[in-house]
């Protein structure tokens, strides 16, 4: 066969690939739409999405910064990051406190997923806002930053899932570990993380956070009329390693002031 025939075969079937693993994605995301029904609106009294931030640099680095933010009016601010076998301390420009909320959790194989997640409850919020995270050794980062607005002011975490993962199984369909709310009117956010280049699909009843995101590390957000079980759901365009996780945000007793102002 001539090479050029060779090559026009070739393409087919890789474009023939491609399409069938788009309506792949497509039929999942109708059928699949988690343990419980996310809105993709917020109701009344519900915590929102403030404003977002991403970053991505595959530099080896031991220190990671992110790009100014406006976090004016967030009263919780979460943040997923993800690397690869080193440890991970968050800071921020304005001396926020960081918990662990989730993680570190790391992936088995060739290529490590390392992540996890951190929360700053009732924090100095502002203009030209920055969020570093320092590294145990050089290597590259992918963070997403998440700004919340009218979180519980004593207990804004409502549940965390663990950090689960596809098992070797390199599905397309993304799902993380299930949690269960005690409250009602809950914000849910979902962060999962690819091995590689991915176009993300957000699950059913979620609404994809664009800035929070990157090709590598996704967010999005839903919400929890009622208590029960959630999980947050992704669907990718290639078949990869990944890692998942949610976090359900209780929503503020009404009177409760938001985060402090930066002077």
């Known amino acids: 066969m001539p090479v050029r025939a060779r090559l026009n075969s070739y393409q087919t079937v890789v474009a023939a690939v491609l399409l069938a693993q788009l309506f792949l994605v497509r039929w999942m995301v109708a059928c699949n739409p988690g343990l419980s029904n996310a809105a993709a609106t917020p109701m009344k009294s519900a915590p929102v999405v403030q404003t977002v931030q991403s970053y991505l640099n595959r530099t080896f680095l031991t220190k990671h910064t992110t790009a100014q933010f406006d976090s004016s009016g967030g009263d919780l601010i979460v943040v997923c990051a993800s690397s690869h076998g080193v440890t991970m301390v968050p800071s921020d420009s304005f001396n926020n ?123 999005e957000a839903g919400w929890a009329a009622k208590s029960g079980e959630y999980n947050a759901t992704f669907y990718i365009g290639t078949f990869a390693t990944w890692q998942a996780v949610a976090v359900a945000v209780r929503p503020a007793v009404r009177g409760t002031a938001a985060g402090q102002a930066r002077p």
Do not use: C, M
């Open 97 to 219: 406190t960081w918990t662990s909320a989730a993680g570190p959790t790391s992936t088995n194989g060739a290529l490590e997923l390392r992540t996890q997640v951190w929360y700053a409850k009732r924090p100095t919020v502002g203009p030209g806002h920055t969020i570093t995270l320092n590294l145990s050794s050089p290597q590259s980062l992918v963070v997403s930053v998440v700004v919340i607005k009218g979180s519980n002011d004593s207990v804004p975490i409502d549940a965390i899932s663990t950090i689960g993962d596809d098992d070797g199984s390199q599905t397309v369909h993304v799902a993380s570990p299930s949690l269960k709310t005690t409250s009602d009117n809950d914000l849910l956010i979902g962060f999962a993380k690819s091995s590689v280049s991915e176009i993300w699909t957000p699950g059913a009843g979620y609404v994809a956070q664009g800035a929070a995101s990157s090709d590598y590390l996704d967010a």
